[in-house]
């Protein structure tokens, strides 16, 4: 995760807005991902962004990609008990299966 | 259909020993990429196959090793275990169909434990 880094820790009240961050070294990246894992299971692609994109939305979540400062967020609106998890970012070349993780944000969601 | 799985699920060795891990993807899936993911260092990517070729390999020591076989199911091996060998092992396949971004579906790891 050296060339991703993310905060560690989001602790979010039930039916605010979670904004998880992370910082990117590598300006060549092409895709950015976002994955989700619960305990005990593997990880769970969320949603993705391009690196000429600077924002997609998909239901409740939406992406932001600032490419001058090599900085991705991800934002869940409507934040419920089921989206405690940790969420880690991700980037890989473009046709490359190779990706690199940052270190994950546990998101604890508290009643 | 079914998931990535992964067998064992949990394993418990014992230094300088050796273990194989298992993985069959998803029905269709060709390609299947291997993970290690500790508390210190993350997850790190291990290897890729692609139809029994390894097309990229991450940086870890040539104890770690993997193949691929006709059927797609993969393994990985581990010879002489360290402590620091200890970790989730996460197994990812996707259907490489040329489309830009292939998801790749995670299974739900195997937890070596090196005593």
């Known amino acids: 995760g050296e060339d991703v880094e993310q905060s560690l820790f989001l602790s979010v009240r039930e039916g605010d807005s979670s904004v998880i961050n992370c910082t990117y070294t590598?300006?060549?990246?092409?895709?950015l991902y976002w994955y989700k894992q619960e305990p005990g299971a593997g990880l769970q692609l969320l949603t993705y962004i391009f690196s000429n994109m600077d924002m997609k939305q998909d239901q409740r979540l939406t992406v932001l990609l600032n490419k001058k400062d090599k900085h991705l967020s991800l934002r869940i609106a409507d934040t419920q008990t089921g989206d405690s998890a940790i969420y880690f970012c991700a980037w890989s070349y473009s046709n490359d299966y190779k990706l690199s993780f940052g270190a994950g944000t546990t998101v604890t969601v508290r009643a | 259909k079914a998931g990535v799985t992964q067998t064992p699920r949990y394993l418990i060795k014992t230094r300088g020993q050796q273990v194989t891990l298992s993985c069959s993807p998803i029905s269709g899936h060709r390609s299947v990429s291997w993970y290690q993911q500790t508390p210190g260092q993350g997850l790190q990517f291990l290897f890729e196959y692609f139809s029994e070729t390894q097309r990229n390999k991450g940086n870890f020591p040539g104890r770690f090793s993997g193949r691929q076989f006709s059927n797609s199911r993969s393994e990985m091996n581990v010879s002489t275990l360290e402590l620091g060998d200890s970790a989730l092992y996460l197994c990812a396949s996707s259907r490489q169909t040329g489309v830009q971004v292939d998801e790749q579906y995670f299974g739900p790891g195997t937890r070596l434990t090196v005593t």
């Open positions: 590598d300006s060549s990246s092409t895709y």
